[in-house]
């Protein structure tokens, strides 16, 4: 069984796509089948143990014109509860984009918001450059 969105492989007896949530075909269409195998074209990115996160990761990404694609490898099997410790995400992009990839990654886990004035703040800082207000590491995160 397969999903034709994702293109995830399943079990016999599965009807749904646990991530897109559609019904799963039993062969997926010859145009969508990919037939070459592009491996060596893809390189990891980054790598996340929560899911939001790598969407978010994802999405920087795609904000900045850099094709990537989210491949989930996390364990799944009812009736296990899944937990932070389970869940791995790799993020791929081309060859060409990975070192921007990375920065892009690297310069966005350095910095969050202000939760006074919602000011781009880094790790290093101390006082928000936007309002002044002092940085406590419970409020950048």
């Not at 990115?45 to 929560?50: M, N, P, R, V």
């Amino acid at each position: 069984m397969w999903c034709p969105a994702c293109k995830a492989e399943y079990v016999e007896g599965i009807g749904t796509c646990a991530e897109c949530r559609i019904s799963l075909v039993v062969a997926l269409p010859p145009d969508i089948e990919e037939t070459e195998d592009h491996s060596d074209r893809w390189k990891l990115a980054g790598e996340f143990t929560d899911e939001i996160q790598a969407q978010l990761a994802e999405g920087m990404l795609n904000e900045n014109e850099i094709p990537c694609r989210l491949e989930n490898v996390t364990f799944h099997s009812a009736p296990v509860p899944m937990s932070k410790d389970m869940t791995r995400v790799l993020l791929w992009v081309g060859e060409e984009h990975l070192q921007e990839a990375r920065s892009i990654l690297a310069e966005a886990e350095r910095s969050y918001y202000c939760s006074a004035c919602e000011a781009v703040v880094s790790k290093e800082d101390a006082v928000c450059p936007g309002c002044g207000e002092p940085l406590e590491d419970d409020e950048t995160e």
